[in-house]
């Protein structure tokens, strides 16, 4: 792709932008490059093991400094859409396929965006709470209560995740009315309400499916589950969300950089 060509692409990716969300069209410059480069990278623009422009020809095209640009580079390196090597730039790596922040390896067929799909078992609504999955929380969360949802998430119509998620009440309009059907969770967060994930911890825990997820499942009695109990912590100064996250593994497995 020509240079040229790419100011055109940044030019309709922008327009796309500023009619999706106004919350976009609010982000510091740095998020607002994120996505645009982010939606070129997903739409194919941009494929798997070619460049992005230089630093210096973003920051011409898009009228910003340097640091902006590379804050905006780092947070795809860290979600996983590009590399960045010394002497060469930054390289495309693709759509990073997973659920969340989880990602999968198939053993039986390929995974990608077309194989997946989100039914709501629960949808949104806002509830009291006391403990989230074992961790603590704060006796603010605790005074503005927490919104539940539950989905299941199938690839290639086998159910492979199960979720329960609990979320802080904190500054979220409109966000029970959303529809979350084949929508992921983290990039409504992002691209709506500015949160992005940037840690957490999790326990790990293998246990016989119980009556309830054997039904998600459509798996026998004692079937083996993998459960993730898991806090995120997010770019919000003391905004965490919590999930427990029951897997199917028998023919995914759950992969990982270190």
Known sequence: MSFYTYIYNCKFCCCQFTGESMAIK???QYRQLYEQLRKLVEDGIYKNGELLPSENELCAVHHLTRPTVRKALDM???DGFIMRQQGKGSIVRGTPKGIGILSLS???SAIGDE??????IVKPHIRKWDRAFGFDISGEEKSVGYIHMERLRLINNVPVFYDITMIPNMNLPRFTSRNF????LFEILRKHYQLQV???EQKILAIKADQKIRRHFRVSE?????RLDRKLE???VGFCFYSQVYCNTENYSLTGRF
Request: aromatic letters at 0%; zero cysteines; proline letters at 7%.
């Open 181 to 184: 059907e084949n929508r992921s």
């Open 234 to 236: 997010t770019n919000r």
């Open 115 to 120: 194989n997946l799909t989100t039914h709501i």
């Open 198 to 200: 940037t840690g957490g």
């Open 222 to 226: 004692n079937h083996p589950i993998l």
């Open 26 to 28: 609010k982000a510091p």
């Open 106 to 108: 198939g053993t039986t």
């Open 76 to 78: 795809l390196v860290n």
